[in-house]
């Protein structure tokens, strides 16, 4: 495996270097975020171990920048101290493939690291998003509904694809605005316009509509809501027959 792990804790790099190398893996190491972004982004490795305090940039923007800035399918491992569920969930949430706590057994490590690298070349070629009949081309960056093709702006593009990478989850007005604009947020009204032209683009002409607004937190792309109205509908007939 070509591995890069990212972690300012020089005694954790010490132990996986000596464990991961004696195994005959390559590991590179950064002590930083930023480094570590740089190197993810300049090299093809197998796997990236990402340690969740990082210096200059955190480890969960690390996996943000990966994911949503940059498109990156590489298979993620987070190690963290923080062993409670929101923690997790918010690793999770960002792209984060797998997750585990320190201190830990580099023997579970390295099990954790070939799943991950299995997996992910089991997935060769699935560059894809597909939520109902809109799909979305990672390679290309072409965007079909229905089988007619989209035509949207780089920050539509950006709100589309973390909507569809999380659906049919949550996405907050905070990782939207991340996505987008980064570390300088704008003001609200401009997300709330984005998303309105994004809608007119994505549900204008159809009558299933993906693209749902969850009150005071964030936005959600599913059909699901379209399934549940279906279900009282019926449910309704059922009880007036």
Known sequence: MEILLIDSDRQVVRNVLAEIEAKHHSVDVA????????????????????????????????????????????????????SDLASKINAFRSGTDDYLTKPFELLELEVRLEALVA?????????????????????????????????????????????????????????????????????????????SSLRKIVDGPCEEKLIHTLPRFGYRLSIQSSIEARAVLMEGLSRSE
């Not at 300049?42 to 943000?64: A, C, F, I, K, Q």
């Open 119 to 195: 997996r992910s070349r089991g997935r060769v070629g699935m560059r894809q998003l597909t939520v109902g009949n809109l799909t979305m081309d990672l390679t290309t960056l072409e965007v079909f509904r229905a089988g007619r093709r989209l035509h949207l702006y780089p920050a539509s593009w950006k709100l589309l694809q973390v909507l569809m990478r999380e659906s049919p989850g949550a996405v907050s007005r905070e990782q939207l605005e991340y996505a987008v604009w980064g570390h300088q947020p704008p003001d609200r009204d401009l997300l709330r316009s984005q998303i």
């Open 31 to 82: 002590l930083d975020g930023v480094t570590g972004l740089h190197l993810a982004l300049s090299n093809n490795y197998d796997v990236v171990v990402v340690g969740w305090e990082l210096p200059r940039v955190s480890g969960l923007d690390v996996v943000r920048s990966l994911r949503r800035e940059h498109n990156s399918s590489v298979p993620v491992l987070m190690l963290a101290s923080r």
